[in-house]
């Protein structure tokens, strides 16, 4: 009987001896039998055990990979096309959402509903908050929670200045109090051409976009973001979306979303779907 020391591959074997009859004249002939020790048959099953690991982790990667990234989605304050809006956010890929309308979703947030989240989605342009509110949304930045704010989001608190430092932009709504010189603009319906930063991964390999939408023009943006959308339309601020961070927190900005012809383009969506994908990474 002979054990292919090959076969196995796992190390030392040890020689033992018996005797059998062979058939041609009765001799008594000495063969070697290899035996393996007790201690390979371990470093056997050891192997086989570490093989079973790898593939067990793989397995869990692959299924962590597939969970759908769970966003909160706020609106309130700004009529939009609802039924345009939503069917967007059910066509997004891999993504799935709760809805929570102004006030009820300041509230939540207070609540600590949000933690439960990967993504904190913003289309609301909303003024009341409380300063429990406040101090919910600044907890989640110090934690890291992510946050993408869409179109007429860079309206909202104009009278807390935080806001503005963690979007990294405002708005300026009219005001007697605000110089003329000073508010911020729009114009609705135009076709906004828009070159996108190719050294970022929401926007690396888009190339240009192009949206009939409503372009706002002289609102504040920070020194300190990163671009990502750019557009020379006369009307608009050049800077269009961006990345700013606040605390441990990304936040992403997306100035274009006016209304349904915007939200049905595969451009606009395949945006998105990347600034979600981008800020669940980064948690």
């Known amino acids: 009987m002979l054990i292919n020391n090959s076969d196995f591959a796992v190390g030392h074997l040890q020689e033992s001896s018996i005797f059998r009859f062979c058939s041609n004249g009765g001799y008594l002939h000495k063969v070697k039998v290899l035996i393996l020790y007790n201690k390979n048959l371990k470093l056997f099953m050891k192997k086989i055990y570490m093989l079973f690991q790898f593939f067990l982790v793989v397995v869990l990667v692959k299924a962590q990979s597939e969970k759908p990234i769970n966003i909160m989605l706020v609106t309130g304050g700004h009529a939009y096309d609802t039924i345009q809006f939503f069917q967007m956010f059910d066509s997004l890929d891999g993504i799935t959402y709760t809805h929570f309308a102004q006030p009820k979703a300041n509230e939540a947030i207070a609540g600590g509903e949000a933690e439960k989240f990967d993504v904190l989605v ?20 110090k934690e890291g929670k992510p946050f993408l704010f869409l179109h007429h989001s860079l309206v909202s608190y104009q009278n807390w200045p935080m806001f503005e430092k963690m979007l990294g932009g405002k708005y300026v709504e009219k005001s007697p109090d605000v110089p003329v010189n000073e508010q911020s603009t729009y114009e609705h319906d135009v076709w906004v051409y828009i070159r996108t930063a190719q050294n970022h991964p ?45 605390n441990s927190s990304k936040i992403v900005y997306i100035q274009p979303g006016h209304d349904y012809r915007t939200f049905e383009t595969e451009d606009y969506r395949k945006l998105l779907t990347r600034a979600i994908r981008y800020l669940a990474q980064s948690k």
């Open 122 to 141: 913003f289309y609301d342009m909303w003024q009341d908050i409380s300063e429990a509110e406040k101090n919910a949304y600044i907890k989640l930045t």
């Open 202 to 246: 929401i926007t690396r390999g888009l190339g240009e976009l192009r949206f009939f939408d409503e372009v706002y023009g002289n609102f504040h943006v920070s020194d300190d973001v990163i671009p990502l959308l750019k557009t020379t339309h006369p009307k608009s601020t050049p800077l269009i979306g961006w990345e700013n961070v606040f």
